[in-house]
């Protein structure tokens, strides 16, 4: 647990570094933060007082400041890094200050490739329904938490979404650890699926007790290593979820699982997962554009889509499904591409208007372009359009949305946008 009072937060628009800021405060400490832009994130944060400037410059620091805290995506020459440096002050990643701060917890830690936030958020609303007051810190915003990402309560509970880009939960000794699937992912950090699996083999070396669906691929080498193991698929409640989809059914069943091994009143825990009504862009209903209904979802990765896509089928199986898909970061489009374009036999149209760069990728050799990803998608059977941009992207849909669709809007990056312009 931290001694010092004052913080800066390099890039607390992030919604882990958000969480954060939120769960120190929550502790009494003085917070600051900066980032290169506005965004919803940092209104909400300057709405509850927290200091927040723009863009990132080392005058942005306060001179009472005695630890510095920066999102993994920050890059060594950022300016705000190098005044810490030369004041001397403790500077920490993300994970190392999250790993700090809950350093006296029993922290339960929801990890895998796909499903984290949505298992987190059902594990979360299962606790407080069952009159656990845990602190939690999740990757995106939840009604059960009044419109944030974070909560300080008074048990010795503490529930995070554990990402594993970087090895970044390598930082945590979890009392119990929840994963939800492994399969290939941040490949360009990780060098294959072997690698990934072993970054997952050490998180479970290092917690007391592990919760996994057996079904799950790879979870056989999870066993061999677990001090104690406990397995969902055991788990025989149904769930009448207002959350979509088998990938969410097995999501319930391990946040179930999750709460048996904590001992809570299950009744209780059932009844909050049932009530759990999804997270920001997590198949999330925005409202309707020329009579179609509209959803936003985060979905990245090919078995992402698939799922989202899947449970929107179950959900209106009437409806035209268009979805609206950007590419999240180059890397993964380039490794992922033939298994890309297989991801959408459940959508009838789809519309890629970008790709979402992210790291260091502006410089990249590969030549793979939106008009790739839509040329896949068509060599697989559906009708594909890339439409190169947002202001294209929104035209295009004018002309074509009609009364009674179903209107998808799906990637990690700033396709929200899209959402926002069309509801305006």
Same mark, same amino acid.
């Given at each position: ?224 290593? &677990?001090? /104690?193991? #406990?397995?969902? *698929?055991?788990? =025989?409640?149904?769930? %009448? ?70 449970? &929107?089928? /179950?959900? #209106?199986?009437? *409806?035209?499904? =268009?979805?609206?898909? %950007? ?98």
């Amino acid at each position: 647990m931290f001694t010092e009072n004052n913080f800066h937060f390099i890039g607390i628009g992030g919604i882990g570094m958000s969480g954060l800021a939120r769960i120190l405060r929550g502790f009494g400490k003085n917070i600051s933060g900066s980032d290169n832009e506005a965004s919803p994130i940092t209104a909400k944060l300057k709405e509850e007082g927290i200091l927040v400037t723009f863009p990132q410059a080392a005058q942005n620091i306060p001179l009472a400041t005695e630890v510095v805290i920066y999102t993994l995506a920050v890059k060594s020459d950022n300016s705000e890094m190098i005044e810490a440096q030369k004041r001397g002050l403790r500077i920490l990643s993300y994970p190392e200050a999250l790993s700090e701060a809950i350093r006296n917890k029993k922290v339960i830690a929801v990890a895998g490739a796909h499903g984290k936030t949505t298992t987190t958020g059902l594990l979360i609303s299962a606790c407080l329904e069952a009159g656990e007051d845990v602190s939690c810190l999740v990757g995106s915003n939840l009604r059960e938490l009044n419109g944030v990402n974070a909560r300080v309560g008074k048990s010795d509970w503490f529930i995070i979404e554990a990402c594993e880009y970087k090895r970044a939960f390598l930082n945590f000794n979890p009392e119990i650890l929840a994963i939800t699937n492994i399969e290939a992912e941040h490949l360009d950090y990780y060098k294959d699926l072997e690698d990934y699996v072993e970054a997952f083999l050490t998180l479970a070396k290092q917690s007391r007790k592990v919760v996994v669906d057996s079904r799950e691929a790879n979870m056989v080498e999870i066993q061999k290593v &677990a001090k /104690e193991f #406990f397995d969902a *698929s055991e788990v =025989v409640e149904e769930f %009448q979820l207002q959350i979509p989809g088998n990938h969410n059914r097995r999501n319930a069943a391990l946040a179930f699982k999750v709460c048996e091994v904590m001992g809570i009143d299950l009744l209780a825990a059932k009844k909050g997962m049932e009530k759990y009504s999804g997270a920001w862009r997590r198949f999330e209903y925005r409202g309707e554009f020329q009579s179609a209904k509209v959803y936003d979802d985060y979905a990245h990765h090919p078995t992402e889509i698939r799922a989202t896509l899947s449970a &929107a089928r /179950e959900r #209106f199986p009437q *409806s035209r499904i =268009v979805i609206v898909y %950007q590419q999240h970061q180059l890397d993964r489009a380039t490794k992922m591409l033939h298994e890309l374009g297989k991801s959408f036999s459940d959508a009838d149209i789809v519309v890629i208007p970008n790709i979402y760069f992210v790291r260091d990728e502006a410089d990249s050799v590969s030549k793979i372009s939106g008009e790739d990803i839509a040329a896949e998608i068509r060599a697989n059977g559906k009708e594909a359009y890339f439409t190169e941009n947002f202001e294209n992207t929104i035209t295009w849909l004018k002309q074509n949305i009609t009364a009674g669709d179903l209107l998808l809007i799906v990637g990690a990056g700033d396709i929200f946008h899209i959402t926002e312009k069309l509801l305006d």
